[in-house]
């Protein structure tokens, strides 16, 4: 079977939610948001499947940027079902988030990675520049 992708339908919601947990604790917002997501300009979310079997997501959002003179596009989630792991299903997602990010017009694609997956996104075309700084503004 060949792996494809798409932008997520509202269809997608209890597939997806079943894997976010292989990454991530979601809070009940996370729903909300997903719609969010399936509805502005703001966000996409992606999904990879293999014939009706959904086997992972990449969710970004675009913002503005003044230094750009418009928008970036953010990855914020990268997830591959444990059971879909070696089919390339990760690779095919993220060329699918680049190739979004460039249809709507974005200037660069970033995300957070951690040191274990750097080598992975580095094959894909990313540089690597530097350690995130971060201020937490929850409870």
């Known amino acids: 079977m060949v792996v494809s ?3 997520a339908q509202a269809r997608d919601e209890e597939a997806v939610f079943a894997l976010l947990p292989q990454l991530l604790d979601v809070p009940r917002a996370g729903r909300e948001v997903f719609r969010l997501l399936l509805s502005s300009d703001r966000g996409a979310v992606i999904v990879a499947e293999e014939g ?8 970004m959002s675009f913002n503005p940027a003044i230094r750009y003179g418009g928008n970036y596009a953010q990855i914020e989630e990268l997830i591959v079902d444990e059971a879909a792991r070696g089919k390339q299903a990760g690779a095919i997602l993220v060329r699918a988030a680049i190739a979004e990010a460039r249809r709507r017009g974005c200037h660069e694609i970033g995300l957070y990675s951690r040191e274990h997956t750097r080598a992975f996104y580095e094959k894909l075309g990313f540089v690597y520049s530097g350690p995130e700084v971060r201020l937490n503004l929850g409870d």
Do not use: C, M, Q
């Not at 009706?52 to 969710?59: A, D, K, P, R």
């Open 5 to 7: 992708t798409r932008l």
């Open 52 to 59: 009706t079997v959904l086997l992972g997501l990449i969710s």
